[in-house]
């Protein structure tokens, strides 16, 4: 069946350095969504990318969707302690949305 | 806009007992998901309302699991008998389809049900 597969599945990183989570599915994807959810919180969306190739950023987000339109990644420069948490990769394909297992972050001040 | 609610938020139950989880998508939204999330098997997708109509339930469990969407603004999860390896966080998550969309679009996530079966 449709699997969307991410690593790393823990990341320990001192505050300032640099992170990223990567998603790779075993099939050709319409979209790739990104949410993170907090310590005791819920998934909230971040982003979506629907074009191959496509890079998006967010202050110090960078997406990126491949070419093939099979994997993405995540990464933040410079992390800061508000960015711990679980990153998610959400793959869509024939109608369904696809979870990665996440990426958790964790940031060592 | 209040979001998904979720209720309870809590839920402390013995085994053998039965269990209802209930969700309030947000306004306008014509699909909703219920989702079960562990720390071994992750966020596992449950069932898949569109229009009030179950799409996908392959993800149920058992036959112990049951969802209903009497109508666009409140849906069920029912466990019957519960057991301990049912504890869980259970999330509802809401979006907005078009006509002839494909299920893809932004999920909105609800606070969960945190359920503990002993």
């Known amino acids: 069946g449709q699997q969307v597969m991410q690593i790393p599945q823990y990341q320990h990183v001192q505050e300032g350095e640099d992170f990223t989570t990567y998603c790779n599915s075993s099939t050709t994807l319409s979209n790739i969504q990104w949410y993170k959810q907090r310590p005791g919180g819920h998934p909230v969306f971040l982003i979506q990318l629907v074009k191959s190739g496509e890079v998006k950023k967010q202050k110090r987000l960078t997406f990126q969707f491949g070419e093939a339109k099979k994997n993405s990644s995540l990464h933040i420069t410079a992390t800061q302690t508000t960015d711990v948490g679980t990153y998610f990769c959400a793959g869509g394909s024939q109608g369904n949305l696809i979870f990665g297992k996440g990426t958790k972050l964790s940031v060592k001040p | 806009d209040a979001g998904v609610i979720q209720s309870p938020r809590h839920e402390v139950t013995e085994m053998g007992q039965e269990v209802t989880l209930r969700c309030k998508p947000i306004?306008?939204?014509?699909?909703l998901f219920w989702y079960r999330q562990t720390m071994m098997r992750g966020l596992e997708l449950l069932i898949y309302f569109n229009n009030n109509v179950p799409i996908d339930d392959s993800g149920m469990p058992e036959d112990r699991f049951s969802a209903k969407m009497p109508n666009a603004s409140f849906s069920t999860l029912k466990i019957q008998p519960s057991e301990p390896r049912d504890s869980a966080v259970y999330f509802c998550a809401s979006s907005l389809e078009l006509t002839g969309g494909t299920g893809e679009k932004t999920q909105y996530f609800g606070p969960g049900t945190r359920l503990l079966v002993l």
């Open positions: 306004s306008g939204h014509n699909s």
